[in-house]
């Protein structure tokens, strides 16, 4: 990995399979002495340049063990383990500039002898993003440096790794934006749309169920003139939605659709799994919201069927007008139910929906909200699983 790069003393790689380079040699698994230690190292590498009290460590290593002298011993040894991989001509007492403690707070220094992937990553993305409106041939250069680096989720091989959900997200939601903004602007400006539906549909095989990934493609083929492939890949999308989470194609799907429809081309080889249309969410007032959401609560109970009770916040505007929550509504599925929750929040009862299609809710909600500018949205929601017995309310009421 190392062939016609600078000489650094330490590289890393997160995104992908954790790999490891000291003075130019990748080092083998064997070489850690124990997975807490490799586990420290990591934690701490995802947090270049901050400072870490110990209790997090100990906590984060040994989350079963009272905190007492044992623990700090052993937080001792695996910072002493650390030091022998990353650092290994480090003499006898002698203190390493790369992973060091002061007052009980424990920091991988952000040194120029380093090299991480991540950060390099997520400077091309901030790159991009600043290069856009004013040179956008640097900015697709630079989108495509970002992209390059992702070699797969966040330390896909811990996929259980509880530390670890959190900047999985972040760097996967970092990759998709960078790679439908370097889509746009290799449609737009570079005219090279057969390079803009590969970018795409690369993406797609890292987070399938992304449907903005799948309207890129589509208005990409669209644009193109490639009405064939962009009904095919329309069916395929819907098809996944409603087999996968049982909901209908967006709103912005939809609108594709008409596209390639009034294209006046091979209109017969569109086949809908299920009605387009979208007979939209029953409103009410929170009362009555709250009387559906116990049902819900019990039928889930029987069929063992998740449901999610999802709140929208809206921010930025006085009030949520009617106008507004209608609009929500159409978004979601006949048998889904929302209200007015107060002036800033939308209640939202989902049957028979899981966590993934929840967080596909969320993105057409968000969507549907920021698309003016004028207001931010935040969704936060649970999903009721079979074997699950909190009280319905004390759900709906304890984040919000």
């Known amino acids: 990995m190392a062939a016609n790069r600078p000489a650094w003393r330490l590289r890393v790689w997160m995104l992908g399979n954790f790999v490891l380079e000291v003075n130019g040699g990748e080092v083998p698994a064997s070489n850690w002495k124990s997975k807490k230690a490799l586990n420290l190292f990591r934690y701490l590498v995802a947090r270049r340049g901050e400072k870490v009290p110990k209790d997090v460590l100990n906590e984060l290593l040994w989350p079963d063990m009272e905190l007492d002298g044992s623990t700090e011993q052993n937080l001792h040894t695996c910072v002493y383990f650390v030091r022998r991989v990353i650092d290994p001509d480090l003499r006898r007492y002698e203190k390493s500039e790369l992973v060091t403690c002061s007052g009980g707070l424990y920091c991988f220094e952000d040194s120029q002898q380093c090299w991480v992937d991540i950060e390099e990553f997520e400077a091309h993305y901030v790159e991009g993003k600043k290069l856009e409106k004013t040179a956008p041939i640097e900015a697709i250069e630079a989108f495509k440096q970002e992209l390059a680096l992702y070699r797969g989720d966040f330390l896909s091989e811990e996929p259980y790794l509880d530390w670890a959900i959190e900047p999985r997200e972040y760097y996967r939601e970092i990759y998709v934006d960078g790679a439908l903004r370097v889509a746009a602007l290799l449609a737009d400006v570079a005219d090279d749309r057969a390079e803009a539906i590969q970018i795409c549909r690369n993406a797609l095989r890292k987070d399938p169920y992304r449907e903005d990934l799948?309207?890129?493609?589509?208005?990409?083929?669209?644009s193109a003139g490639r009405y064939s492939e962009a009904a095919t890949q329309y069916n395929t999308y819907a098809r996944m939605m409603k087999e996968e989470f049982a909901l209908e194609p967006s709103r912005e799907a939809q609108a594709l659709l008409q596209q390639i429809q009034h294209s006046g081309r091979r209109e017969s080889i569109l086949t809908q799994p299920g009605s387009s249309k979208t007979p939209g969410a029953y409103v009410c007032d929170r009362k009555f919201f709250e009387s559906i959401c116990r049902l819900e609560y019990r039928r889930q109970e029987r069929s063992r069927k998740p449901v999610t009770f999802m709140m929208v916040s809206i921010y930025g505007a006085q009030a949520i007008?009617?106008?507004q929550v209608y609009s929500l509504a159409n978004i979601l599925r006949q048998g889904d139910a929302l209200c007015r929750w107060?002036?800033?929040?939308v209640g939202i009862c989902l049957w028979g929906t899981d966590e993934d299609g929840a967080k596909i809710v969320s993105q057409r909600l968000k969507r549907e909200i920021e698309k003016d500018g004028l207001a931010r949205a935040g969704v936060?929601?649970?999903?009721?699983?079979?074997?699950?017995?909190?009280?319905?309310?004390e759900i709906l009421q304890k984040a919000y």
């Open 380 to 393: 936060s929601y649970d999903v009721l699983k079979a074997g699950d017995s909190p009280p319905v309310l």
């Open 321 to 323: 007008s009617q106008r």
């Open 214 to 222: 799948h309207h890129a493609v589509i208005n990409c083929l669209i």
């Open 342 to 345: 107060d002036e800033g929040k």
